[in-house]
């Protein structure tokens, strides 16, 4: 055998990456700080591995994810997404709701949520919000503000505000719901799931008020998208509220939790490489770096043979950092709102709230960070959570502050 095309596939014993290459090594100290580094290692090792220690085969390479996100072999089910004893009696089964959501749909019953989904987020709705949008983001971020902690309240509220008014959330509900969606994170979200029974109860809280909300738009519909949802789920028929409610946890915490990382590590990376484009700091930062799948049959991938039963973590952020320049005059085609049926049903909303705050950026440039900012320990979902910066009272031009265009 002497070409790549005659070599058998490799196992799991052949492919197994070694300790140090691990994902389980970001579980522990500042392992969202050492992603970056660890990824590419991988990805200068080949496309396809297996890692032992979380007996999970990691993909990296751009084609190799590409094919995950889209081939109907890798699916995103779960039999169980969170751990722990189970539920007391009368308490929520968060793994009930998380297998409800349609990030962990496949198929046609995939496709039928989907649509259901994108109701509450139909482009008239959201581009509706996009001058409400751009009058928050001036209000949150004006001229001549600072010292002033960025990541504990622009970052933090701008994603939560505009939530609050995509769905018709109570201003006064909002500690609450953030609080919910910091712990859905907690227990479904990463390496390393919480067990923590006060997060456990927090969760089950916001998916409580979900059904509350819901119960409410029944009974006093609004032009909100918490009713557009209801009256979608209703129309297609084989949705209770409590799918309705599993899914409006969903958004609130993939729109919340993304963002806002997101926002501060586009901010800080500007200090030293200037304000980049919104598709390229969507490349750059990789709001969620990896999602994970099941194999449902025997596949060839990277060279590696991947069996039924088999744990996936597609490395987003890996394939993202290994993509070729976008070609002249066009945006760079990324992977982090996924490909195929699964890319994120939120990804024109993440966009225009990406750009609107971008454009506020522009707007009170050039802003300056202060002292060191304090790195979350979240692998998958990495953020800044203290980021002080200070504004100028004087505004420069988009030109002398290197703006991107996006």
Same mark, same amino acid.
């Given at each position: 055998?002497?070409?790549?095309?005659?070599?058998?596939?490799?196992?799991?014993?052949?492919?197994?990456?070694?300790?140090?290459?691990?994902?389980y090594?970001?579980?522990?100290?500042?392992?969202?700080?050492? %992603?970056?580094?660890?990824?590419? +290692?991988?990805?200068?090792?080949?496309?396809?591995?297996?890692?032992?220690?979380? +007996?999970?085969?990691? $993909?990296?390479?751009?084609?190799?994810?590409?094919?995950?996100?889209?081939?109907?072999?890798?699916?995103?089910?779960?039999?169980?997404?969170?751990?722990?004893?189970?539920? %007391?009696?009368?308490?929520?089964?968060l *793994?009930?709701?998380?297998?409800?959501?349609?990030?962990?749909?496949?198929?046609?019953?995939?496709?039928?949520?989907?649509?259901?989904?994108?109701?509450?987020?139909? =482009?008239?709705?959201?581009?509706?919000?996009?001058?409400?949008?751009?009058?928050? +983001?001036?209000?949150?971020?004006?001229?001549? &503000?600072?010292?002033?902690?960025?990541? @504990?309240?622009?970052?933090?509220d701008?994603?939560?505000?505009?939530?609050?008014?995509?769905?018709?959330?109570?201003?006064?509900?909002?500690?609450? !719901?953030?609080?919910?969606?910091?712990?859905?994170?907690?227990?479904? @979200?990463?390496?390393? =799931?919480?067990?923590?029974?006060?997060?456990?109860?927090?969760?089950?809280r916001?998916?409580?008020?979900?059904?509350?909300? $819901?119960?409410?738009?029944?009974?006093? =519909?609004?032009?909100?998208?918490?009713?557009?949802?209801?009256?979608?789920?209703?129309?297609?028929?084989?949705? @209770?509220?409590?799918?309705?409610?599993?899914?409006?946890?969903?958004?609130?915490a993939?729109?919340?939790?993304?963002?806002?990382?997101?926002?501060?590590? &586009?901010?800080?990376?500007?200090?030293?490489?200037?304000?980049?484009? !919104?598709?390229?700091?969507?490349?750059? !930062?990789?709001?969620?770096?990896?999602?994970?799948?099941?194999?449902?049959?025997?596949?060839?991938? @990277?060279?590696?043979?991947?069996?039924p039963?088999?744990?996936?973590?597609?490395?987003?952020?890996?394939? *993202?950092?290994?993509?070729?320049? +976008?070609?002249?005059?066009?945006p760079?085609?990324?992977?982090?709102?996924?490909h195929?049926?699964?890319?994120?049903?939120?990804?024109?909303?993440?966009?225009?709230?990406?750009?609107?705050?971008?454009?506020?950026?522009?707007?009170?440039?050039?802003?300056?960070?202060?002292?060191? =900012?304090?790195?979350?320990?979240?692998v998958?979902l990495?953020?800044?959570?203290?980021?002080? $910066?200070?504004?100028?009272?004087?505004?420069?031009?988009?030109?002398?502050?290197?703006?991107?265009?996006?």
């Amino acid at each position: 055998m002497t070409s790549l095309e005659t070599r058998a596939p490799r196992d799991k014993r052949s492919a197994a990456c070694p300790r140090e290459l691990s994902i389980y090594s970001l579980t522990t100290g500042n392992g969202a700080g050492r %992603a970056r580094e660890l990824f590419q +290692a991988l990805a200068d090792r080949g496309p396809v591995h297996w890692d032992p220690y979380v +007996a999970a085969w990691l $993909i990296c390479g751009v084609a190799e994810v590409t094919t995950a996100l889209a081939d109907d072999r890798f699916s995103s089910y779960r039999s169980a997404y969170t751990q722990g004893e189970s539920p %007391a009696d009368g308490e929520v089964d968060l *793994n009930a709701v998380a297998a409800r959501m349609l990030l962990l749909k496949d198929g046609e019953e995939h496709l039928r949520l989907k649509r259901v989904v994108q109701a509450v987020l139909s =482009p008239r709705r959201v581009k509706a919000l996009e001058p409400w949008m751009r009058e928050l +983001a001036a209000e949150l971020l004006p001229a001549g &503000s600072g010292p002033m902690d960025f990541a @504990g309240t622009v970052a933090r509220d701008f994603p939560l505000q505009v939530l609050a008014k995509l769905l018709g959330i109570p201003a006064g509900d909002l500690p609450m !719901v953030l609080a919910g969606s910091d712990a859905m994170t907690e227990i479904v @979200g990463g390496l390393n =799931p919480t067990l923590d029974e006060d997060v456990h109860r927090k969760a089950r809280r916001l998916h409580d008020y979900a059904l509350d909300l $819901i119960a409410d738009r029944r009974a006093n =519909p609004r032009d909100d998208g918490t009713s557009d949802f209801v009256v979608a789920a209703d129309a297609a028929g084989g949705f @209770g509220d409590e799918d309705i409610a599993a899914n409006l946890v969903m958004l609130i915490a993939s729109g919340h939790q993304t963002l806002p990382g997101f926002l501060t590590l &586009s901010l800080q990376d500007s200090f030293e490489n200037g304000l980049r484009s !919104v598709p390229e700091a969507m490349a750059h !930062v990789t709001p969620s770096r990896f999602v994970g799948r099941v194999v449902t049959e025997q596949v060839e991938l @990277g060279g590696c043979l991947l069996e039924p039963g088999d744990a996936v973590v597609v490395l987003l952020a890996s394939a *993202n950092w290994s993509l070729p320049p +976008a070609e002249p005059g066009k945006p760079l085609r990324h992977l982090a709102f996924g490909h195929g049926r699964h890319r994120c049903a939120g990804a024109a909303m993440a966009e225009l709230e990406a750009a609107v705050m971008f454009d506020q950026f522009a707007a009170v440039c050039p802003v300056s960070g202060h002292g060191t =900012p304090t790195l979350n320990t979240d692998v998958n979902l990495p953020a800044l959570t203290s980021q002080l $910066i200070e504004l100028p009272e004087h505004v420069q031009t988009s030109e002398d502050c290197n703006r991107g265009n996006h």
